[in-house]
């Protein structure tokens, strides 16, 4: 089966603004390497979670698959085609298929249109139903997401904030995407609050055989409803597999470290340290394999050349 | 026991009339043990934290009683209070870029616990602060003492922010989610140090979080906490292997754990609101065991060997 969305070796550097006494000195121009060479497919149906720690590129990947961001090097193909060169009824197409959930629904949402018209407005946007059908299309969308139809009436800002990620959901669901890319759509709500979120992607996935890219820092919640995971360091994917192989049997040293970090919910003294070392600044990164510093078995050969993701899903010279 | 809380009660006059932050909390903390205080947002538990330190401001009104061994915290004069803070209880925020000054070294911020918490000389208080930068795992010490917090990667400045607080050696660190900014690896770590340190000099430690793989990983007994009430104290391991209260049950339940692509099962509904306060059990409008009497009567505290909760369906549970 062909991936429905893919990237495939993509990379974007961002330039650093300079200051006077760079120029003064005439400093070199610098980037922050937020992707180098990151490759990650998703098929229809599939749920493919992408984990990492601040600064691994997540949320950049994110947005190059939805083409916030253009790529440097690399693309990203969608059905086949690279999303850079659509253009008129083509790009329209794309950008109806690809739609994206953000972590902070009330930021993401414009204050000053009601959910109604926010939802009314991508309907109209892509023709999705006759106009006199909206409003009725309306209901549907909010029933969908398990919001009362009064919801259609009232401004963000009344909402809470599970309600309000609710709303981005059906915004997003509003175009009839084949591919939601949710980047920590979760992370700002509690407990009690997440699980109704996660359940609701769990089944809109399900029932409507979306391809869903969930990208988090939570281990525990890519584990709970990703078919798929690929685990980011600094810009690469380390590791990539079936979820449920890569949690029982991970590869990767960081994996591994990942996995023994997260607080167990069995109560009882702590492993032995997961990793140490802190995580390297993205404008220098580590020469070679970019875990190297902190990795406990690493060899000589680590810090000077970085290993490629091969073809069993794993970026590590002693995998 | 060092620290002991009876019926602590927190409200704030606001414009819109009183909010019920801190309900009637009981707490007790003993020497040398880790106290996990957990609940979801808005249910009092970091301003349960301040109030033991009496770090709020004026518009909230605090009532009960905060015993810190045997001295009576709330009635305490300002001069003792400042001798208290710092010195005998040490705090540690959950945003160490915002507790910490940015136009003052990391060096100079030890410097100022230490004039104000002991009696050592200028070269005494830099070996001083060197040994603590040393003690919570920073290295090359002389360095950074003489850098500035931007220069401090998060999970650092959290190091530096404990060093503070350790300065004066103090015998009770209240920790207000320590480690939610931070990475989970970074988190680990600084799980970790609290632990070492806790056992090294003999602390007591209060750990607010609202994460429950935090309190099963580090606490020995722990509160849960809901609209400004405690809902259920234990020991950890009992609490989590068999919930008394119909919250913690419901909370663990709605963690993604060990059955993998299983249906979470959510808590339904919001976080009650805290200016109108029920007469019933505050979880009662949520709660999936409740019964006619849970919406008129606040459940009483139930005492079971080492466990207490308020709940009427904690029996059956």
Same mark, same amino acid.
């Given at each position: 089966?062909?991936?429905?969305?893919?990237?495939?070796?993509?990379?974007?550097?961002?330039?650093?603004?300079?200051?006077?006494?760079?120029?003064?000195?005439?400093?070199?121009?610098?980037?922050?390497?937020?992707?180098?060479?990151?490759?990650?497919?998703?098929?229809?149906?599939?749920?493919?979670?992408?984990?990492?720690?601040?600064?691994?590129?997540?949320?950049?990947?994110?947005?190059?698959?939805?083409?916030?961001?253009?790529?440097?090097?690399?693309?990203?193909?969608?059905?086949?085609?690279?999303?850079?060169?659509?253009?008129?009824?083509?790009?329209?197409?794309?950008?109806?298929?690809?739609?994206?959930?953000?972590?902070?629904?009330?930021?993401?949402?414009?204050?000053?249109?009601?959910?109604?018209?926010?939802?009314?407005?991508?309907?109209?946007?892509?023709?999705?139903?006759?106009?006199?059908?909206?409003? *009725?299309?309306?209901?549907?969308?909010?029933?969908?997401?398990?919001?009362?139809?009064? *919801?259609?009436?009232?401004?963000?800002?009344?909402?809470?904030?599970?309600?309000?990620?609710?709303?981005?959901? /059906?915004? *997003?669901?509003?175009?009839?995407?084949?591919?939601?890319?949710?980047?920590?759509?979760?992370?700002?709500?509690?407990?009690?609050?997440?699980?109704?979120?996660?359940?609701?992607?769990?089944?809109?996935?399900?029932?409507?055989?979306?391809?869903?890219?969930?990208?988090?820092?939570?281990?525990?919640?890519?584990?709970?409803?990703?078919?798929?995971? /690929?685990?980011?360091?600094?810009?690469?994917?380390?590791?990539?597999?079936?979820?449920?192989?890569?949690?029982?049997?991970?590869?990767?040293?960081?994996?591994?470290?990942?996995?023994?970090?997260?607080?167990?919910?069995?109560?009882?003294?702590?492993?032995?340290? /997961?990793?140490?070392?802190?995580?390297?600044?993205?404008?220098?990164?580590?020469?070679?394999?970019?875990?190297?510093?902190?990795?406990?078995?690493?060899?000589?050969?680590?810090?000077?050349?970085?290993?490629?993701?091969?073809?069993?899903?794993?970026?590590?010279?002693?995998? | 026991?060092?620290?002991?809380?009876?019926?602590?009660?927190? %409200?704030?006059?606001?414009?819109?009339?009183?909010?019920?932050?801190?309900?009637?909390?009981?707490?007790?903390?003993?020497?040398?043990?880790?106290?996990?205080?957990?609940?979801?947002?808005?249910?009092?538990?970091?301003?349960?934290?301040?109030?033991?330190?009496?770090?709020?401001?004026?518009?909230?009104?605090?009532?009960?009683? @905060?015993?810190?061994?045997?001295?009576?915290?709330?009635?305490?004069?300002?001069?003792?209070?400042?001798?208290?803070?710092?010195?005998?209880?040490?705090?540690?925020?959950?945003?160490?870029?915002?507790?910490?000054?940015?136009?003052?070294?990391?060096?100079?911020?030890?410097?100022?616990?230490?004039?104000?918490?002991?009696?050592?000389?200028?070269?005494?208080?830099?070996?001083?602060?060197?040994?603590?930068?040393?003690?919570?795992?920073?290295?090359?010490?002389?360095?950074?003492?003489?850098? &500035?917090?931007?220069?401090?990667?998060?999970?650092?400045?959290?190091?530096?922010?404990?060093?503070?607080?350790?300065?004066?050696?103090?015998?009770?660190?209240?920790?207000?989610?320590?480690?939610?900014?931070?990475?989970?690896?970074?988190?680990?770590?600084?799980?970790?140090?609290?632990?070492?340190?806790?056992?090294?000099?003999?602390?007591?430690?209060?750990?607010?979080?609202?994460?429950?793989?935090?309190?099963?990983?580090?606490?020995?007994?722990?509160?849960?906490? &809901?609209?400004?009430? @405690?809902?259920?104290?234990?020991? %950890?391991?009992? %609490?989590?292997?068999?919930?008394?209260?119909? &919250?913690?049950?419901?909370?663990?339940?709605?963690?993604?754990?060990?059955?993998?692509?299983?249906?979470?099962?959510?808590?339904?509904?919001?976080?009650?609101?805290?200016?109108?306060?029920?007469?019933?059990?505050?979880?009662?409008?949520?709660?999936?065991?409740?019964?006619?009497?849970?919406?008129?009567?606040?459940?009483?505290?139930?005492?079971?060997?080492?466990?207490?909760?308020?709940?009427?369906?904690?029996?059956?549970?």
């Amino acid at each position: 089966m062909s991936a429905l969305l893919s990237a495939e070796a993509v990379e974007k550097r961002f330039a650093v603004p300079r200051n006077l006494p760079d120029m003064l000195l005439r400093r070199p121009h610098r980037a922050v390497h937020a992707l180098s060479g990151v490759s990650v497919a998703v098929h229809a149906g599939e749920t493919l979670g992408i984990v990492g720690e601040s600064g691994c590129g997540k949320s950049t990947l994110a947005r190059a698959l939805v083409r916030l961001h253009r790529p440097d090097a690399g693309m990203v193909r969608f059905e086949g085609d690279d999303i850079a060169s659509l253009t008129g009824p083509a790009l329209l197409r794309f950008n109806r298929a690809v739609q994206m959930v953000f972590q902070d629904p009330f930021a993401s949402l414009n204050p000053r249109m009601t959910v109604g018209a926010t939802l009314a407005e991508a309907l109209r946007v892509h023709h999705i139903v006759a106009e006199a059908d909206i409003q *009725a299309r309306v209901l549907a969308l909010l029933d969908q997401v398990q919001l009362p139809a009064s *919801a259609a009436a009232r401004h963000p800002h009344e909402f809470s904030g599970g309600q309000r990620q609710r709303i981005g959901i /059906a915004r *997003a669901l509003a175009v009839e995407p084949r591919v939601i890319i949710a980047d920590e759509p979760v992370s700002a709500l509690d407990v009690s609050v997440q699980a109704q979120i996660v359940n609701l992607f769990m089944e809109l996935q399900e029932r409507l055989g979306l391809a869903l890219v969930f990208i988090t820092h939570d281990l525990r919640l890519v584990r709970h409803m990703t078919h798929r995971v /690929a685990v980011m360091y600094l810009g690469r994917v380390v590791e990539t597999g079936p979820t449920q192989t890569l949690f029982a049997a991970p590869r990767h040293p960081y994996t591994r470290a990942l996995i023994s970090a997260v607080p167990s919910l069995t109560p009882g003294q702590p492993k032995a340290e /997961a990793v140490r070392g802190e995580l390297p600044s993205p404008l220098n990164p580590p020469s070679g394999c970019a875990f190297h510093p902190r990795c406990p078995i690493a060899e000589p050969r680590c810090a000077v050349e970085a290993p490629n993701l091969d073809a069993t899903g794993l970026a590590c010279w002693l995998g | 026991m060092s620290l002991v809380v009876r019926d602590l009660r927190v %409200v704030f006059n606001t414009r819109s009339g009183p909010v019920w932050a801190v309900d009637g909390v009981d707490l007790e903390v003993a020497p040398g043990s880790v106290l996990g205080l957990v609940g979801e947002s808005g249910s009092g538990k970091s301003v349960t934290l301040r109030a033991i330190a009496r770090l709020l401001h004026g518009h909230a009104k605090v009532s009960g009683a @905060v015993s810190w061994q045997g001295e009576d915290v709330l009635a305490m004069p300002p001069d003792r209070l400042r001798r208290l803070r710092g010195a005998e209880i040490g705090i540690v925020f959950q945003e160490p870029m915002a507790a910490l000054n940015p136009v003052l070294s990391i060096g100079q911020q030890i410097d100022e616990s230490l004039v104000a918490h002991t009696v050592l000389d200028t070269k005494s208080r830099r070996a001083r602060a060197l040994e603590l930068l040393d003690l919570v795992g920073i290295s090359a010490g002389a360095t950074r003492l003489g850098q &500035y917090p931007h220069e401090f990667s998060g999970g650092m400045r959290q190091r530096a922010m404990i060093a503070i607080a350790l300065a004066s050696a103090p015998k009770l660190l209240l920790a207000d989610e320590p480690t939610t900014a931070l990475d989970v690896t970074i988190q680990d770590q600084i799980l970790r140090l609290l632990l070492r340190l806790k056992d090294e000099l003999g602390m007591a430690l209060v750990l607010v979080t609202h994460d429950l793989g935090v309190v099963a990983q580090t606490c020995e007994r722990v509160s849960v906490m &809901y609209a400004g009430r @405690v809902c259920e104290t234990g020991k %950890v391991s009992e %609490v989590f292997a068999h919930p008394r209260h119909a &919250y913690t049950q419901a909370l663990l339940r709605a963690m993604p754990g060990e059955q993998i692509g299983a249906k979470l099962v959510p808590i339904p509904g919001q976080a009650p609101r805290l200016d109108a306060p029920s007469p019933g059990c505050a979880f009662q409008p949520r709660c999936t065991a409740r019964e006619p009497i849970c919406a008129t009567q606040r459940p009483s505290f139930t005492e079971l060997a080492t466990r207490r909760f308020a709940c009427h369906a904690g029996a059956r549970l």
